[in-house]
């Protein structure tokens, strides 16, 4: 196959693919004037996003003084392409600004107001590739920003990086549309750069084959490249017959390969990778003189024009710039189209502030004469006729004429079914069509819907996984909450299970706490009073409950014990006898009626009746106390009078017999003084011998005695005093009645108690 193929290139045959058109060509304008370089602008407007994929991240702010070559933008993704300063100077602004886009969408661009230096940073020259590994060179292509320059915009170092086993490196240089005559100057002028560039990729790609095609009508070109890859046997140039578009990718592999790339697949996966000229000049200089795709090779032309040249512009030139460095005519009384692009697959722009960037290979001025379509202010469409013209040259095999009526329809499905992807927007249908229908505009404004939907959707269903894995993530930490639970409820459980003293503790304590709740639900309902039996169930409660719950029990128990006690001892006194048994009773009566009331379901009336009782009892409680305490009294008082009367009654006794002594004592010694001594001695044992008069009858004396005595009382007393015998006799028996009168008032008293 590969060698058929070859066989075929050497001898100069190629494949031709479906339909295509022979528009004028138009190039000569340009074609044979050299790429000029052009002065410094003013100012530059730099679009962050120049290529198919997303823009990087800004590294500059406003005010920033950068180097030409400098990144303003750093890449965090493959499909992120990152921009570079085209020169030096200060970034003025960063805001929203018209692109080039044929909707004339804004977007956010940097403003480098250019200081007319020219300054670059510091470059590293790599003059032998072969130093460097394919990784090396794949991270200088990236980071030089170097994106497909044929129109499309893609990442080349996604490209660069494919995988082996590719059969053939197609090099583009067909530059099939009118007027475009960048890439024939550049091949012209830059043959060995291309050249040098295409080793790189074939280092990295290391094909079986390089094919570099360009159109028959671009001889300077295809000699240059002969001359330059003379050397390289790998390498063949394809002179290619010229019809537009030729140098579409798919169309280009049909020529060369006769492969059709199926719709929705990409020639990388039939071993085909395919680069234009430029992107291998841009490979070349990033990889070898390290310099960032900050500048291309635009084609300004159209007759409008009196220089339409090739130039050397800088990314993010205005379009205005360039339009008077090639000295547009003006005319006051018409507005000037200017298209970006070729008059194919170009558009209008809306401002001449649009900016060139790494995708823009053509700025068109046509004159009203050359192209009169471009100056129609109201559009000349009429109804399709079905004459079939656009099918029969669209080189996709599309049906535009269906695809024109689903997109005025916004029938995205239809659309869809129809394969309005593969469409190339080569606008050769349009080109053809007698109803002048602008059916590639149709075609864009269609797929611009449908990308936004797409992301849309994209976003939706990024937020719908995001949603499921949430809640996924959720259901699983509740299920692992669930089970920490269990295991820690089971821990809990084995830890009282256990006879340790914590857990029978811990046991213990809610056990008295549910009894203590008990305990109080069952006083509550008995109207406060605690009856024997609930004192009892309490009390075996406690003791089945804590230690706490039963020193509790035990108080409670141990302070009625000791009241009862109280009034049992109050009992014992004989006085009181009677009442002590009337308070029992009245107990009893109170406790019989607090059980009973218990037992009824009138709980109010029960503490009525219970307190009714026990004020009773009180009441009467304390009139036996005080009734107790007079008895007391009047006991202590009789006690008193009687002990003085006994008193008073020794006292008297005793002064009489001492009286009688006294005077026996005074008569004795009378005697001694008148008499002998033998009479006094017989005088005296006389009255020595007299006997004592009884108490009794000393208590009482009689009238005689007491006449006799008081006839002769000078004798008596002189007696009593001087015999101290008879005065000891006195005393004792005075002692002896004392001592009976004392016995014989504690006998009453224990008769009367008893
Ligand atoms: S613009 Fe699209 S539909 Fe029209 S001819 Fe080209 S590829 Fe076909
Ligand atoms: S070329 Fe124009 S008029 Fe003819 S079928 Fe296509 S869209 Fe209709």
């Known amino acids: 196959m590969v060698e058929s193929i070859l066989e075929r290139i050497a001898r100069g045959h190629f ?13 000569t304008l340009t074609s044979t004037k050299p790429i000029k370089p052009l002065t410094l602008p003013k100012q530059l407007i730099i679009p962050l996003q120049q290529h198919i994929g997303r823009e990087g991240d800004l590294l500059v702010v406003i005010g920033d003084k950068v180097l030409k070559g400098q990144p303003l933008t750093l890449s965090t993704n493959p499909m992120v392409v990152p921009i570079h ?108 750069a291309i050249i040098d560039g295409i080793k790189i990729l074939d280092k990295l790609l290391t094909p079986a084959f390089i094919l570099i095609a360009i159109e028959d009508n671009k001889p300077k070109a295809i000699k240059a490249l002969k001359h330059a890859s003379a050397n390289i ?87 205005k710039f360039l339009l008077e460095q090639c000295e547009q005519q003006v005319d006051e009384f018409e507005q000037q189209p200017v298209i970006m692009g070729g008059p194919m ?31 129609d202010k109201e559009s000349s469409e009429v109804e399709c006729i079905r004459c079939g013209q656009c099918s029969d040259v669209c080189p996709s095999q599309l049906l535009p004429q269906e695809l024109q009526w689903s997109a005025k329809a916004k029938d995205y499905p239809q659309l869809e079914k129809l394969n309005l992807s593969d469409c190339i927007d080569c606008g050769a249908c349009a080109y053809v069509c007698p109803s002048q229908i602008p059916l590639v505009h149709y075609y864009r404004i269609a797929k611009a819907e449908i990308r936004e939907q797409q992301q849309l959707d994209l976003k939706a269903e990024k937020a719908k996984i995001r949603f499921e894995a949430r809640k996924l993530r959720l259901e699983k930490e509740k299920v692992a909450r669930q089970e920490k639970h269990k295991k820690a409820a089971a821990a809990r459980k084995a830890a009282m299970n256990k006879a340790t003293p914590e857990a029978t503790g811990a046991k213990s304590a809610v ?36 230690n ?13 014990a000791r009241a009862k006690a109280k009034k049992k001892s109050n009992t014992n006194k004989p006085s009181k006898s009677i009442e002590t048994d009337s308070i029992d009773n009245i107990d009893k009566e109170v406790e019989k009626s607090a059980a009973t009331k218990q037992t009824s379901s009138d709980d109010k009336k029960a503490k009525i009746a219970a307190a009714i009782a026990k004020a009773k009892a009180k009441k009467l409680s304390k009139s036996i106390e005080v009734s107790e305490q007079s008895e007391v009294a009047k006991d202590k008082t009789a006690e008193k009078s009687a002990s003085i009367q006994q008193m008073n009654h020794d006292d008297k006794k005793a002064k009489i017999a001492a009286a009688i002594a006294k005077a026996k004592q005074k008569a004795l010694e009378k005697i001694k003084t008148e008499s002998s001594v033998e009479a006094n001695e017989s005088k005296t044992a006389s009255l020595l011998n007299q006997p004592i008069p009884e108490a009794d009858q000393l208590t009482t004396p ?17 007696e009593v005093k001087a015999t101290p015998a008879l005065d000891k006799k006195a005393k004792i028996s005075a002692a002896i009645a004392k001592a009976k009168a004392k016995k014989k008032l504690k006998e009453e008293r224990n008769d009367s108690s008893k």
Request: hydrophobic letters at 35%; a neutral charge; one cysteine or more.
């Open 85 to 192: 300063a085209p020169t030096s100077g200060i970034i003025s602004a960063i805001k929203k600004s018209v692109i080039a886009h044929p909707s004339g969408l804004s977007q956010l661009c940097i403003f480098l107001d250019v200081d007319g230096e020219d300054t670059w940073r510091k470059r590293q020259i790599c003059t032998d590739i072969e130093q460097l590994t394919n990784s090396d060179i794949i991270e200088k292509i990236a980071d030089s920003g170097v994106a497909g320059m044929g129109g499309a915009g893609f990442p080349t170092h996604i490209k660069a990086n494919s995988k082996p086993d590719i059969n053939f490196l197609i090099i583009n240089g067909a530059e099939c549309e009118p007027y475009i005559t960048a890439d024939d100057l550049l091949m012209m002028e830059q043959s060995d």
């Open 233 to 319: 046997e790998k390498i063949k140039i394809c002179t290619i017959p010229a019809k537009y578009p030729a140098g579409g990718e798919k169309q280009l592999i049909k020529i060369l390969t006769g492969q059709e790339v199926p719709s929705g697949k990409l020639p990388i996966h039939d071993g085909i990778v395919m680069q234009n000229v430029a992107t291998c000049f841009a490979i070349n200089e990033a990889v070898r003189h390290d310099t960032p795709l900050i500048r291309r090779v635009v084609t300004v032309t159209g007759q409008a024009l009196n220089k339409p040249q090739n130039v050397w512009a800088l990314l993010g030139t205005p379009i």
């Open 345 to 375: 697959m170009g558009f209008c722009v809306s401002s001449e502030l649009v900016p060139i960037v790494k995708t823009s290979n053509c700025i068109l001025v046509p004159s009203k004469k050359e192209m009169p379509s471009a100056f």
């Open 15 to 27: 494949w031709d693919f479906h339909g295509g058109i022979h528009p004028p060509e138009q190039k």
């Open 511 to 546: 056990a008295a706490a549910l009894a203590r709740v008990k305990a109080k639900k069952a006083a509550k309902d008995s109207g406060k009073i605690v009856d024997k039996t609930s004192q009892e169930n309490l009390k075996n409660t406690s003791n089945s409950a804590t």
């Open 702 to 718: 009689s009238k005689a005695t007491l006449s006799s005595s008081s006839s002769s009382s000078r004798e008596s007393d002189t």
């Open 548 to 560: 706490t719950g039963e020193d509790q029990k035990s108080q409670v128990a141990a302070a009625i």
